[in-house]
């Protein structure tokens, strides 16, 4: 028998490497002559860089740039086995986890320190970019990163746009004529973590940034903003991208780097997936496992749970998923491939005992999962 253990991370406790180490463990408790295969992945948030470069034998690299904040931070990049590609994740610059919750507020944080490692690898020779989007503290449209490479954001008096989302308020005027010409030589894709537009019902602002700090009249002005971000947009440049897919990913910077560098957007499962050759790899499993930290409505829009279901059903093999918790909308998961869900905290309230000891409670989990697996009771 052949299992395989292919989880994203579990924010704020583990890895998608510790978390696929742990549920391994447990399996073997209960199943300990059978083959399992350990593949940890990600969706294009926290854990990309880490994961493809460990999959290519690639290099891990640090650097001081601008946090989401406007501190100054030591965040890391990678470069691929092949020596050729650069991977930036922008979690690892202008993520959610690099500010305290009291600091968090999409209306000024800003992502300027993901155009700032990106120019980083410009310098180094670089022009073969996978830039992971995802987990991210901003709802700047990508107006932060687009400023760190020479595009001009401009207000009614000529002058630069401050950061953070409330800059795009302001926005009156777009100047390429300064952009960095290197990144337009270069080759940039896009792992999108989900495929929400920029704006509307299901856009960046109504749907993620409440959970990145902002308050209900925050949410109401950021659609706003990036609402002006895309009419000058199309006035200015004469492209439309309100509604289109992915361009919502990280709080918008999907966006810009559309806009501004022509990159090539993909689900950032899919991005991964084909970099580890994850569905050859699964072809001949008796059982799937995956996972995250969350599993609701949200999973549906392009996360890693959904993605591996999508694969494992091709081949009729069952998929498990274990979450932090589940939230509203699992439901349509299990509809979408996933046969059956398991969680680390019964309520919301249990959230955070449930971060603190994640490790244990994963671990005794996968070993009820394993018993039931075998006694047939399972699905």
């Known amino acids: ?17 510790g978390a696929a180490d742990t549920i391994a463990k447990s399996f073997l408790k209960i199943f300990p002559d059978t083959e399992i295969e350990k593949i940890p992945l990600a969706d294009g948030g926290e854990g990309t860089t880490q994961i493809l470069v460990t999959a290519t034998n ?11 904040v406007g501190e100054r931070i030591k965040a890391n990049y990678g470069i691929l086995g092949d020596g050729k590609t650069a991977v930036i994740e922008m979690a690892a610059a202008s993520g959610l986890s690099l500010i305290p919750i009291e600091k968090r507020n999409p209306m000024f944080t800003t992502t300027f320190g993901t155009g700032e490692l990106i120019k980083v690898a410009l310098n180094q020779g670089y022009r073969k970019f996978i830039i992971g989007l995802g987990d991210s503290a901003t709802t700047d449209a990508g107006a932060g990163l687009a400023q760190a490479l020479g595009v001009k954001l401009l207000t009614a008096k000529n002058q630069e746009i401050r950061l953070g989302g409330i800059g795009l308020r302001d926005l009156q005027r777009i100047d390429i004529s300064n952009i960095d010409k290197r990144i337009l030589e270069s080759e940039l894709l896009v792992a999108c973590d989900v495929k929400n537009p920029l704006t509307g019902p299901s856009g960046t602002a ?16 950021l659609e706003s903003y990036l609402m002006n971000f895309a009419e000058v947009v199309k006035r200015d440049l004469g492209k439309e991208i309100q509604s289109v897919p992915f361009l919502g990913a990280a709080g918008g910077l999907a966006a810009s780097l559309f806009v501004f560098f022509n990159a090539r957007l993909k689900s950032g499962f899919e991005v991964i997936s084909d970099i580890l050759n994850f569905p050859e790899r699964i072809k001949n499993a008796d059982l799937v496992i995956t996972g995250e930290g969350k599993i609701d409505a949200q999973t549906l829009k392009g996360k890693t749970p959904i993605g591996v279901a999508k694969i494992a059903k091709k081949n009729n093999t069952p998929v498990i998923a274990i979450a932090g918790i589940i939230g509203e909308g699992a439901d349509k998961c299990r509809e979408a491939g996933i046969d059956a869900i398991f969680s680390l905290a019964s309520k919301e309230t249990e959230t955070e005992k449930s971060l603190k000891s994640a490790k244990l409670l994963l671990a005794d989990i996968s070993e009820k999962i394993a018993k039931k697996f075998k006694k047939g009771v399972l699905f």
């Open 206 to 221: 109504s749907v993620y940034s409440a959970q990145k700090g902002a308050s209900q009249q925050d949410i109401r002005k």
């Open 1 to 17: 028998m052949k299992i395989v253990i292919a989880p994203d991370s579990f924010k704020g406790s583990l890895t998608s490497q």
């Open 58 to 68: 690639g290099k891990i690299y640090n650097e001081f740039v601008t946090s989401p």
